[in-house]
């Protein structure tokens, strides 16, 4: 079979929104040359789309145009390792899909153990959140919420009583073991985020909260105005 006839049929077997490289077709094709070559002909006759450098998809088509791909697909590279989860879409990437904010950005902000510097992806910027706890599959829905927390005054087009209640919305949802593995990592975070989850789950009489609340200095007072009404256990963890 001639290399471009394989690439076609290997693309037509690709999902919608999958983002690929050169690298998905090297073992059939020993020129990489040649793949791309390929690849940048299809991308040119609109047959696929080039999302940056070295990298394609295949894109999903409505009756508003092309959809671009995931997030997720976007990224996944900077996700995933060998197989190994190292990294996770959060902050601005997610709070939409929380439901904390309507925006959507071009930034996509991904929490690592080990960090590097913002770059660009065509015309998305990818920048990275410091992660102290160990990254698994099953951390990281709290994993995302707590970084909400500890980002919430810097949430996009929303106010900080808006962001809270919705904060207790979601840690609602939460079942027992769940929230004993949220208050763990919070512990790898700031004062002021374990304040303020300690605050909603004194709040929501769920947790162990006393246990967040030994951790922190008591002398010591968090930034978060006027959400007493909202919050009135927040006089409890010195949030003012």
Not at 65 to 92: F, H, R, S
Request: hydrophobic share 35%; no cysteine.
């Amino acid at each position: 079979m001639k290399t471009s006839d394989y690439i076609v049929n290997t693309i037509n077997r690709f999902p919608r929104g999958f983002v690929f490289t050169y690298e998905e077709f090297s073992k059939q094709v020993e020129s990489k040359e040649a793949i791309i070559k390929a690849l940048n002909r299809m991308a040119v006759s609109g047959k696929i789309e080039k999302l940056a450098k070295g990298k394609f998809y295949k894109p999903e088509e409505t009756v508003f145009g092309k959809l671009e791909p995931p997030k997720q697909q976007i990224v996944k590279d900077l996700l995933e390792e060998n197989g190994k989860i190292v990294g996770y879409l959060t902050g601005l990437s997610i709070y939409n899909e929380q439901g904390l904010t309507t925006q959507v950005s071009n930034t996509i902000q991904i929490g690592k153990n080990e960090i590097r510097p913002t770059f660009k992806r065509g015309r998305f910027t990818i920048s990275f959140i410091k992660q102290k706890n160990t990254i698994t599959k099953e951390n990281i829905p709290f994993l995302q919420i707590l970084d909400a927390i500890n980002q919430i005054k810097k949430i996009p087009d929303t106010s900080l009583d808006e962001s809270v209640l919705r904060i207790i919305e979601i840690i609602k949802t939460i079942n027992e073991a769940e929230i004993s593995t949220m208050q763990r990592l919070a512990l790898k975070y700031p004062p002021s985020t374990r304040a303020l989850l300690g605050a909603v789950l004194e709040f929501l009489k769920i947790g162990e909260p006393e246990i967040l609340k030994k951790s922190l200095n008591a002398i010591s007072t968090y930034s978060f105005p006027n959400i007493e009404t909202i919050l009135p256990t927040s006089k409890n963890w010195n949030i003012k």
